[in-house]
């Protein structure tokens, strides 16, 4: 599948007497009586190698153009007599689209992260940023095609939410108000006056309106944009992200974690299958253990062990850690580095967290100390998926939320689903960021992202 020209020509089996591409310079040098053109449109990591003759009637105009001009190209597919090379173009007319200064920030050398994010808008055009873009594009499709093929139906849920389905409260509030004349009653904003007549906010997470479908119609999932007010600098946190999450009707525990498994596997497999030479760029110049580490993860089962199992692992390990760790606390990344790089050496799925810091909507254990839920770490980005079975027992479920101290009418369709049919069922959340990390070896997600949304940073 090659979507654009000059991925498709780079593969041809035969010369091709006329051909017409449009695309960028990477590079331009001079020969005696011929200008050699690199040109990329974007499609591929290869360039296509363009001849221009001084033949040309604007030859003198095209030994001016520099790193990054686009330009229009009529010519011949010849066989290249160059190494590193199968074909390059014979031009026998190239028109100038648009010029580029001197003093274009990308040059042939190679740029940090730090400063190519200072210039977001044009990054997508170095061979690093290109590539991770075109694989975000791909796993993007993978997502939709494993579901599909599983007889999952997409649904759209909200991305403005009154609810908390996390209970964390980094929340971004949305309001029609003048925020320099809001109404006040008690010295309080008054919502009731807002545009939704309460408090409305952007969601951080489809799952609580995907449950509902899912009651409905089987297994759903929802792939969305989702938002989290936390004023956190991590290289695994931004303010906005994209989140996959399934809900299946009649899951279990067990069988949700089944499906996460598979799930990265799959797309894994896609990409290592579909984005071969993009992949590779990484694996030279990112993360030289990156497809040793994609192809265990492809093939091997993920270790599975309860969450108070992980703690009697990290505590017996007879290393020292930044954060002490005890049951009822939250692991931190540094302890889930040490269990799928150091003593697992893989992904692992940690499962029966305490309920003291577990959301409302995780079933409770019959031991009522932990919740039938799960996490997937895998190696580098640590946590990448989040899933549970769902609390569907309403006496259950009503009691959790007393225990939490939230308020049932805010809550009353979520509950109301308890009262008619309510079914076994369970979901995940998989951060489509950190798969991307995962898949590239990219450690900061503000370089997966094409215009990240971070604390103190909305340019572009």
């Keep these: ?154 649904v759209h849920t909200p991305i403005i939410t009154a609810s908390d389905c996390e209970g964390a409260g980094e929340m971004f509030n949305i309001t029609a108000f003048d925020l320099d004349n809001a109404p006040k009653v008690d010295g309080k904003t008054d919502f009731s006056m807002d545009f939704f007549g309460k408090e409305a906010k952007l969601t951080v997470s489809g799952q609580l309106s995907a449950e509902m479908l899912a009651l409905a119609l089987g297994n759903v999932y929802t792939f969305g944009p989702t938002f989290r007010a936390e004023n956190s600098n991590t290289r695994r946190h931004a303010a906005e992200f994209w989140m996959v999450e399934p809900e299946m009707a009649f899951y279990d525990l067990f069988e949700n974690m089944d499906l996460a498994e598979d799930f990265i596997k799959s797309l894994t497999s896609h990409i290592l299958s579909h984005c071969s030479n993009d992949i590779k760029l990484f694996a030279n110049f990112v993360d030289k253990n990156l497809l040793s580490r994609l192809e265990k993860t492809m093939t091997e089962r993920f270790a599975r062990i309860t969450y108070e199992d992980a703690v009697k692992i990290i505590n017996n390990s007879g290393r020292t850690f930044e954060y002490d760790l005890s049951f009822g606390k939250a692991l931190q990344a540094e302890h889930e580095r040490f269990l799928t790089e150091i003593y697992f050496g893989g992904p692992v799925i940690v499962y029966h967290y305490p ?87 990219i450690s900061n997600i503000r370089d997966v992202i094409a215009f990240p949304r971070t604390p103190k940073n909305i340019e572009f």
């Design 355 to 441: 309920k003291d810091n577990s959301p409302f909507y995780m079933r409770l254990n019959d031991d009522h100390r932990t919740v039938a839920n799960m996490d997937i770490l895998l190696p580098t980005v640590g946590e990448i998926i989040g899933g549970s079975q769902r609390e569907e027992r309403l006496d259950v479920l009503v009691s959790r939320m007393d225990e939490l101290g939230l308020n049932q009418q805010d809550y009353w369709w979520y509950v109301d689903s308890r009262k008619f049919g309510t079914a076994p069922h369970s979901g995940f959340g998989l951060g489509f960021e950190r798969m991307m990390m995962f898949l590239t070896g």
């Design 1 to 154: 599948m090659f979507r654009s020209k000059i991925n498709r020509l780079l593969k041809s089996e035969s010369p091709l007497d006329k051909v017409l591409v449009k695309g960028w310079i990477r590079t331009r040098r001079d020969s005696k009586s011929f200008s050699f053109i690199e040109l990329n449109d974007g499609s591929c990591l290869e360039n296509l190698q363009i001849i221009a003759s001084d033949t040309l009637e604007n030859y003198s105009q095209i030994k001016n153009l520099t790193t990054g001009a686009s330009i229009s190209v009529v010519g011949k597919m010849m066989e290249s007599p160059g190494k590193g090379q199968k074909w390059e173009l014979d031009a026998t007319d190239i028109h100038v689209l648009g010029l580029s200064p001197e003093n274009y920030p990308l040059q042939k050398k190679r740029h940090n992260d730090d400063f190519l994010r200072t210039i977001a808008h044009l990054r997508p055009r170095t061979n690093k940023y290109g590539a991770t873009f075109r694989i975000r594009s791909e796993l993007s499709f993978a997502i939709h095609k494993y579901f599909r093929e599983k007889d999952f139906y997409y």
